[in-house]
């Protein structure tokens, strides 16, 4: 056998080879096309499925950030209103200290005035004869000063 034979031999071997894959190549992209269609009416079809639970997740979740939301204002809203209801309690205190504090000293100044008329009446001290309120009538700006004093 010459080499040529061989060569021929050998070059209708591979184009035999070529030819089969050639043919199987074919079948593969033709395979390849119907499952790439396949491949897009799946993704069509999911694009209508998948979305629907997610949105329902989404509308769910919003309606709980909106009810969410709901309640802090509310709650913000009674912070507020118990903000204000500590400050007039706070207002409330401070007055009724100022009302005892007023009480007690308008009490320890009839007990005074009281002992002294006593010690006047008695004899005791010489030269008090009486307040000086009852002298006569004192300008309103003077009064504090007078009362102070």
């Not at 035999?16 to 033709?30: G, K, T």
């Not at 002298?135 to 003077?142: C, E, Q």
Request: glycine letters at 2%; a negative charge.
């Amino acid at each position: 056998m010459a080499i040529s034979t061989i060569a021929n031999i050998a070059l209708r071997f591979n184009e035999q080879d070529f030819n089969d894959r050639m043919e199987e190549m074919v079948s593969l992209e033709i395979s390849l096309e119907d499952h790439e269609r396949e491949l897009e009416i799946i993704r069509e079809s999911l694009k209508n499925i998948e979305l629907a639970p997610w949105l329902e997740k989404i509308n769910a979740r919003q309606s709980l950030i909106d009810v969410n939301q709901s309640v802090y204002k509310k709650f913000d809203s009674i912070k507020q209103d118990l903000k204000q209801t500590e400050d007039a309690v706070m207002i409330r205190e401070s007055c009724r200290k100022k009302q005892e504090f007023s009480k007690s000293s308008l009490a320890d100044s009839r007990q005074r005035e009281d002992e002294l008329d006593k010690l006047k009446d008695s004899g005791h001290i010489k030269g008090l004869y009486d307040r000086l309120g009852n002298l006569g009538v004192i300008d309103d700006k003077y009064d504090v000063v007078i009362l102070t004093a």
